[in-house]
């Protein structure tokens, strides 16, 4: 049968196909446009199974928050390239709105489907590494901060106990510095109580050996043991770190100063931080 050059070029620009391929696939779909594009779908995952084994090193993190809700995710690809690409960042975005949409949490079908997608057009492997999704109550307001080209993500949960003192500029800058702040300094954890004991007493161990060879009192190493411990905790502790914007500070101190200045109690509930290829 005759197929024209219009409906070529209509497949071509619906899948970004090439053009043989996509007079192939209606000659073989008999003109059945939506037939056809079925098939070049098909054909272009059998490619991808091919490129499964590519490893997928650089990426861009993705937010969004509406509504209050939440999504921080991870898409991964071989190359700075694709990670730079209008459309895998269109994507991002798109998968972003339907996390929140549907409340995903975590990654299905639909989401892996539309990843799917794109790589029949784009020819590189690619997939939604990981996502988290949460919501928030009318007492709190999430920021978010993404670094250079999306190498690094940052979502930070602020909790206020009056609810009205969310509104002011103050407080939704130091909500910004907050995260701003998770990202320079990596915390693992929140506070000194969410840190494991199993993880504390490795650490003790750790620095007594350290100073099983000074010549002190077993009181004095304990007191040396403890201090190390603790210095150690308030370089991995988000609230005991130094506060980004005012090293003078650590951040509990900062959060506090600010409830008094507000005259409102604030807490930062949670955060997740997110990098390209780092897991955790």
Not at 7 to 34: P, Q, S, W, Y
Not at 59 to 73: C, H, M, Q, S, Y
Not at 114 to 132: H, P
Not at 174 to 181: I, N
């Amino acid at each position: 049968m005759e197929i024209s050059a219009a409906i070529v070029k209509k497949l071509r620009d619906a899948t970004n196909a090439g053009m043989m391929d996509c007079k192939k696939a209606l000659v073989e779909a008999g003109g059945d446009f939506a037939k056809a594009e079925k098939l070049l779908k098909e054909m272009g995952l059998a490619a991808v199974a091919k490129r499964a084994d590519r490893a997928t090193n650089n990426g861009r993190i993705f937010t969004l928050i509406k509504d209050n809700k939440a999504v921080i995710l991870e898409m991964a690809c071989e190359t700075d390239f694709v990670a730079r690409n209008k459309d895998f960042i269109a994507l991002g975005e798109e998968l972003c709105e339907d996390v929140l949409a549907n409340n995903y949490s975590e990654i299905t079908p639909p989401l892996t489907a539309k990843v799917d997608d794109l790589i029949t057009k784009i020819k590189e492997n690619m997939s939604l590494k990981r996502l988290k999704f949460f919501t928030y109550g009318e007492n709190s307001i999430v920021s978010q901060y993404i670094h250079g080209e999306g190498n690094l993500g940052v979502l930070v949960t602020l909790e206020a106990k009056d609810a009205a003192v969310l509104a002011l500029d103050s407080v939704k800058e130091f909500a910004f510095d907050c995260a701003l702040h998770v990202a320079a300094f990596s915390p693992l954890y929140l506070s000194i109580e969410d840190v494991d004991d199993d993880y504390i007493k490795e650490q003790s161990e750790i620095f007594l050996k350290q100073t099983k060879d000074l010549d002190k009192p077993e009181k004095v190493i304990e007191g040396i043991v403890k201090g190390k411990l603790n210095k150690h905790l308030s370089e991995i502790c988000l609230l005991e770190q130094p506060f980004v914007k005012d090293d003078s500070l650590s951040v509990k101190q900062a959060l506090k100063a600010l409830s008094k200045e507000v005259n409102s109690e604030l807490k930062i509930t949670s955060y997740l931080n997110f990098k390209v290829g780092v897991e955790g």
